[in-house]
């Protein structure tokens, strides 16, 4: 069984796998594993009113969709926070990011700090989108 949790720090192993550099203050990790085999990590940064997406990695390209888990497990994480603007300078996340519903903006300002081209998402009620079906 796949399992998707948050951890504070990554083990040797993980980070060496991974290739994600140490841990600052303000960096989380969502882990994914299969018993006790690394399959995915997502990396994230959450300051006190944004936070960051900034890499997700899987351990086998067979596993491709395991991204869009470890994005909604790392959205979930910020959200429960009560931290709503999301944003992912990374564009070799771009596809993940528009299945993820970021849309890409010129400009934005989080934190005092201006942003440039990047995805952005606000997670107020990101959670509570109804499913629709086109036949009712």
């Known amino acids: 069984m796949i399992e998707i949790k948050p951890y504070m ?11 994600f550099e140490k841990k600052t203050d303000n960096t989380f990790y969502m882990v994914a594993k299969d018993k006790d085999e690394l399959i995915g990590i997502g990396k994230m940064k959450v300051f006190a009113d944004f936070a960051e997406i900034c890499d997700v990695y899987i351990a086998d390209e067979g596993f491709k969709m395991l991204a869009h888990g470890i994005g909604k497990s790392m959205l979930n994480f ?18 993940l990011m528009r299945l993820l519903r970021f849309k890409k903006v010129d400009e934005i300002t989080l934190g005092g700090r201006v942003e440039k081209d990047v995805y952005y998402v606000n997670l107020k009620g990101y959670f509570d989108a109804k499913c629709h079906n086109e036949e009712n």
């Not at 720090?9 to 290739?19: H, N, P, Y």
């Not at 910020?78 to 596809?95: F, H, Q």
């Open 9 to 19: 720090e990554l083990d040797g192993s993980f980070a060496e796998k991974s290739g």
């Open 78 to 95: 910020i959200e429960r926070r009560e931290i709503y603007p999301v944003i992912c300078k990374n564009e070799n996340l771009s596809d």
